[in-house]
C-alpha cells in the first residue's frame, strides 16, 4: 500500500469513527476508500466490518455515562451476539445482490421510524404504556433485527438501532445512543471473530484505518452528549436519508 492510499483510508476511518458514534453509516465512507484503495469488494467488505470495531469500543468509552446499568443490558448482548453470527455467517453463504436491493429500504423505513417516531408512538402505543412482556419482547425483537442486519452488511447500523429502540424505549435519545453503541460494539466484536477465522481480511488495510476509527468515535461519542435531542434527531435522520438514497442508487446503478 502506498502514502496516498494509506492518507485516504486514515483519514476515512477518522470521519467513519465519528459519524458512526454520531449516526451511524460510517461504514459508507470507509468502504469506498478501500475500493479506491485497490481491494476487490468482498475483502473491502471485510476487511471494513473489522476495521470500524474499535471505533464502536471508543464511542462505548465516550458514552458510558449516559448507558444504563449493567443488569438492564445483560439480556441484550446474547441476543446481539447470536443475531450478528447469523448475519456474518449469511454474508459468507449467500449471494449479496438481492439483499444489497432490499438494504435501502430497510434504511429509509428506519429513517422514517425515527422521524415520525411521535405519531407512531401514538398510533401503536408508548413504551411506559406496554407491559413488561411486551417491552421485553418489542426490545429483543428490534436488537434482533438489528444485529442480523449489522452482522450482514453494517452500513448504517447506528440509524437502524437508534430508530428502533427509540420506538420502543421510554428513554432519552442520547441514552438510547449510547445503548446504541454498545450494542454496535458487541456486531462489530462478533463480526470480527468470524471474519477473522473465516473472511478474506486485508490486515495492512485495517491497521490503518481501525486506530483512526478508534479517534473518531470517542470524539463523536462526546459530542453526542452536548447536543440538543432536537439537533440530534434531525443528524441521524438527514445521515439515515442521505445513506438510503445512496445504497439505493448503488444498488441499481
Known amino acids: 500500500m502506498d502514502l496516498p492510499h494509506a492518507a485516504l483510508l486514515l483519514a476515512a476511518g477518522l470521519a467513519a469513527g465519528t459519524v458512526n458514534a454520531?449516526?451511524?453509516?460510517?461504514?459508507?465512507?470507509?468502504?469506498?476508500?478501500?475500493?479506491?484503495?485497490?481491494?476487490?469488494?468482498?475483502?473491502?467488505?471485510?476487511?471494513?466490518s473489522v476495521a470500524v470495531f474499535p471505533?464502536?469500543?471508543?464511542?462505548?468509552a465516550g458514552?458510558?455515562?449516559?448507558?444504563?446499568?449493567?443488569?438492564?443490558?445483560?439480556?441484550?448482548?446474547?441476543t446481539a451476539l447470536l443475531g450478528t453470527i447469523a448475519g456474518a455467517l449469511l454474508l459468507l453463504a449467500t449471494p449479496a445482490r438481492a439483499f444489497e436491493v432490499v438494504v435501502?429500504?430497510?434504511?429509509?423505513?428506519?429513517?422514517?421510524?425515527?422521524?415520525?417516531?411521535?405519531?407512531?408512538?401514538?398510533?401503536?402505543?408508548h413504551p411506559r404504556d406496554l407491559s413488561p412482556r411486551r417491552r421485553t419482547v418489542a426490545v429483543q425483537t428490534m436488537v434482533a433485527v438489528g444485529a442480523v442486519y449489522g452482522g450482514y452488511f453494517g452500513a448504517a447500523l447506528g440509524v437502524m438501532l437508534v430508530a428502533g429502540l427509540a420506538l420502543v424505549l421510554d428513554a432519552t435519545l442520547a441514552r438510547v445512543s449510547a445503548i446504541k453503541n454498545l450494542l454496535s460494539a458487541v456486531?462489530?466484536?462478533?463480526?470480527?471473530?468470524?471474519?477473522?477465522?473465516?473472511?478474506?481480511?486485508?490486515?495492512?488495510?485495517?491497521?490503518?484505518v481501525a486506530p483512526a476509527t478508534l479517534i473518531g468515535g470517542y470524539v463523536g461519542a462526546r459530542l453526542v452528549r452536548r447536543l440538543p435531542p432536537v439537533v440530534l434527531k434531525t443528524l441521524i435522520v438527514v445521515f439515515g436519508t442521505t445513506i438510503g438514497f445512496?445504497?439505493?442508487?448503488?444498488a441499481l446503478s
Open 104 to 125: 435501502p429500504f430497510l434504511v429509509l423505513g428506519a429513517t422514517a421510524v425515527l422521524a415520525f417516531q411521535d405519531p407512531l408512538r401514538r398510533l401503536v402505543g
Open 246 to 250: 445512496y445504497l439505493l442508487w448503488r
Open 63 to 78: 458514552s458510558k455515562a449516559d448507558l444504563p446499568r449493567p443488569r438492564a443490558l445483560a439480556t441484550l448482548v446474547p
Open 187 to 208: 456486531v462489530g466484536l462478533t463480526t470480527l471473530v468470524v471474519f477473522a477465522l473465516f473472511g478474506p481480511v486485508n490486515w495492512t488495510a485495517v491497521a490503518v
Open 22 to 48: 454520531v449516526a451511524g453509516g460510517g461504514s459508507l465512507i470507509t468502504f469506498p476508500a478501500m475500493i479506491a484503495a485497490g481491494l476487490p469488494p468482498v475483502p473491502a467488505n471485510v476487511s471494513n
Open 55 to 60: 471505533g464502536y469500543v471508543a464511542a462505548v
